[in-house]
DNA sequence: TTGTATGCGTTATCAT
DNA sequence: ATGATAACGCATACAA
């Protein structure tokens, strides 16, 4: 536990000059060396490799990216990462990018729109070689930050008409819609939504819900809290639905997550389900299929969202700027039906 | 839909001069308005701001740190961002480091040596203020280069007699053991472990499991995966375990996800919990609480860990250098018992 | 195949 | 209070 070996790391990180005078030659060779092998000396190259490899030496990406003005960076903003939507973006990205040489800078803006901004802001000091971002809800001062950012700008997981750049999501007014659907046409008529309205997209649904509800001349049941989703809340939610409303029929929650937590909350106050209540979530995320019972839900393509995503903007880098056809890509929806939604027929 | 916004576009990203030239000042001003308001006249500082703005100017993080020396960035390398574990440590280390200035460059190693290697060398190039690795394993070239890089360096979640800098984490070992203890404690005899080795601390636990049991006479019985831990394996897991070993009493889940895929398994087969299994799982992580039955497990101060970690390396950076007395913290765990390990008390 | 000169956008130092 | 100049570490263009 002595300091010794702390006290003697050196003060000065090691550079490419460093390297090149351990290796008797200039920096331009080691530099070389590093990044075009085949145009160096065999001797040399062993030489240069030996020096760097004595010294610890590690490149430094800030000046590297300053010089050549490429960081092979890409820039992402996601609200959450405790939400398991955005591990399977972020999965897809990560399997496109990285074996295409990019590296992959992802900040989390928890759901607020100052820390969107903020982290966007961040993300550009880095310049990025594009930028991906959740949502197309951005502050005006975001969206202006982006489009002079001279970089592709993909909006994802929501659509819109006026996107800044790309835009490739799926249309969360449609899949509510189809949700309430869903749930009218197997026989439910006392429905409730379970949200959290943290997220802009949840948010779009919870209007899609109402207005369809209203549109069929019943009243719209919403229970939601400030706090964002997670299954304690989801158990929280029910609770409190069940105390004012113990006649609904069918719930849909605006994330997996909370549909898991009522559901043991249901288990709990033995409530059946789907016999007593109809269950329904949204993203389909993989608990759903083993759950018990199985949960009903709207399956998103999130991994082909992220997939999607990085093959444009590498095909826009490489490509010299030319942007798709189309700029907004619509994804689709689909929805999995599975126990926690089929009652029995009626006798 | 057309392309003149783009076409339109800047292709040149507008720096410092830029600002400088509209403003009608020196580059200098333009940096002193940005980082010491203070020390420019307020005419400059209005003149300076409005011309910043608006030409959307962005300041080059990669030029500041290579001027200043200074990146204010905090590299951080986990080995999953699915696992609930690290999101709660994640999101100590961003209240703490946040507010202070500092930005956290996170990379993800997917639970491979090689990816964490590469994930070292690219955040050291980045030239970040503190180093933060999950585990103690990594590879020799990684150490080195951690060793090299001059910058505080925390092994965080589990600990080792031979640390790289500071670590901070707890025995897995301990853990292991403590839990198989609570297990036999209560009765259980014929005790299963479900686990995916992927993790390099779910091996430590797995031996201390081994070690308890074989020390005790009981052969180790043990089922395990080489994918990630998730829900559906740990459903799986179960079903492999039921279909070879029938007898069963008590079931030790090395992840939380793990033992809730397995219980919804026990439902679905209709194996009561705790009266024909108990269970019993690691982490504590918030769905435990909620489940139901409730889960059994092993609480580990992920959040604290993180605290812990983000307080002593802003100490250390602080501080020029000062290491803490002791460069190894064991921060414990804590067993939560809940109804999936209380039987009924027999007749 | 290897080296020299120059510049990337910013900050630190020193003047004014 | 403001500006001129020299780094920072590396990559590009060009020369040898």
Redesign the interface.
């Known amino acids: 536990?002595t300091?010794k070996?702390?006290s003697t790391?050196?003060?000065?990180?090691?550079t490419l000059g460093d390297v090149a005078q351990r290796a008797g030659v200039s920096a331009v060779t080691v530099s070389r060396v590093l990044r075009e092998p085949h145009l160096v000396s065999e001797t040399l190259r062993e030489r240069v490799a030996t020096a760097a490899s004595d010294?610890?030496y590690?490149?430094?990406?800030?000046?590297?990216?300053?010089a050549s003005a490429q960081?092979n960076t890409i820039g992402v903003v996601v609200p959450s990462?405790?939400n398991?939507v955005f591990?399977d973006f972020?999965s897809a990205l990560?399997n496109v990018f990285l074996p295409a040489g990019f590296?992959l800078?992802?900040l989390?803006s928890r759901y607020t729109d100052a820390n969107e901004e903020k982290a966007i802001?961040?993300l550009?000091?880095?310049?990025p070689e594009a930028m991906i971002v959740t949502g197309v809800d951005q502050t005006p001062g975001a969206r202006?930050?982006l489009?002079?950012?001279?970089v592709p700008v993909v909006q994802v997981m929501e659509l819109t008409d006026r996107p800044i750049?790309i835009n490739i999501g799926l249309s969360q007014v449609e899949a509510g819609h189809a949700a309430l659907r869903f749930l009218m046409e197997r026989g439910c008529c006392r429905i409730a939504h379970l949200m959290a309205p943290l997220d802009a997209r949840a948010v779009r649904r919870r209007e899609a819900f109402e207005q369809e509800m209203v549109s069929r001349g019943m009243e719209p049941l919403v229970i939601a809290s400030t706090r964002p989703t997670?299954?304690?809340l989801g158990?929280e939610l029910l609770a409190a639905l069940i105390e004012r409303h113990p006649d609904v029929d069918a719930v849909w929650c605006s994330s997996d997550n909370l549909a898991?937590?009522a559901l043991?909350?249901c288990?709990?106050r033995g409530i059946r389900v789907p016999e007593d209540i109809s269950f329904m979530g949204f993203n389909d995320l993989?608990?759903c299929?083993?759950?018990?019972p199985a949960i009903t839900s709207v399956a998103t393509p999130r991994y082909e969202m992220g997939e999607r995503t990085a093959e444009i903007v590498l095909e826009i880098i490489r490509g010299s700027?030319k942007?798709p056809e189309e700029?907004?890509i619509d994804m689709g929806f689909e929805i999995r039906e599975r126990d926690s939604t089929r009652k029995a027929p009626r006798p």
Chains 1, 2 share one sequence.
């Open positions: 536990m300091d070996d702390i790391r050196p003060r000065r990180r090691t010294l610890g590690v490149p430094n990406r800030l000046a590297s990216a300053l960081t990462l405790t398991g591990n972020l990560h590296q800078l992802v989390n802001a961040t550009l000091g880095h310049h202006r930050m489009q002079h950012a001279g750049d997670s299954v304690p158990a898991l937590g043991f909350e288990d709990r993989e608990f299929s083993i759950a018990h700027g942007r700029r907004r």
